[in-house]
Every structure is written in structure tokens, then in C-alpha cells.
């Protein structure tokens, strides 16, 4: 079992920053890929960045390539986005998750955070 809390959303000024923390329970944190999605009303789930357990290799949607980052620190439990240029159109809730393998599909993810909101203002 692995629990998942997300934090560091807020409002930002178009073009701003903000990192993202996921901050998970459980000895076998290590074990699983970790993803980051969002989701904006009236909108699918979206993937936007996966890392594999070991931090080696990472995914990310094209619409965050290159402005977003993740990584993992294993000996804190805690998985992060960090996101740069943020434009009003990456307003969404963002939810960490955990998957047992590096997975791009939410539907394979096992444990999900609560989400935290991420507001940019233009």
C-alpha cells in the first residue's frame, strides 16, 4: 500500500514557476515508477511526466517537454514536478500516482494523491 500526497500548487503569474512535491508512505516507495497528471474541468486525465523507480528514464508529453522536469529522491519518499514558463493553459488539479512498472496509461497507475491545484493568471 502506498499513500500520496500532493503540494506546492497555487497561483502563479503566466510565465512563473512552481515545483510540485509527492510525498508517499510506505517502505516500497522505491519500487514503482511514479507519474505526474492533470486534470482541467470539463477535461481528460492527462499524463505528463513519468520516472522509472531508479530515476534513469523519464517521459514527457509534448506539451510540457522542455518547461517541466520530474525526479525522485527515494531516501525521502518524494517524487517532484518542477515547472517552469508556466502558461494560463496549464491550469488544471495535478495528481502524482504510482504504477508498478513505467506506465503511460492512467489506467496502470495503483495509488493516486488527492491532487493539488495549480492556478496561472495571464
Known amino acids: 500500500q502506498v499513500q500520496l500526497v500532493e503540494s506546492g500548487g497555487g497561483l502563479v503569474q503566466a510565465g512563473g514557476s512552481l515545483r510540485l512535491s509527492c510525498a508517499a508512505s510506505g517502505r516500497t516507495f522505491s519500487n514503482y515508477a511514479m507519474g505526474w497528471f492533470r486534470q482541467a474541468p470539463g477535461k481528460e486525465r492527462e499524463l505528463l511526466a513519468v520516472?522509472?523507480?531508479?530515476?534513469?528514464?523519464?517521459y514527457y508529453s509534448d506539451s510540457v517537454k522542455g518547461r517541466f522536469s520530474i525526479s525522485r529522491d527515494n531516501a525521502r519518499y518524494t517524487v517532484y514536478l518542477q515547472m517552469n514558463s508556466l502558461k494560463p493553459e496549464d491550469a488544471a488539479v495535478y495528481y502524482c500516482a504510482a504504477a508498478r512498472f513505467f506506465a503511460r496509461d492512467p489506467r496502470d497507475y495503483n495509488y493516486w494523491g488527492q491532487g493539488t491545484q495549480v492556478t496561472v493568471s495571464s
Open positions: 520516472i522509472t523507480w531508479g530515476g534513469g528514464t523519464t
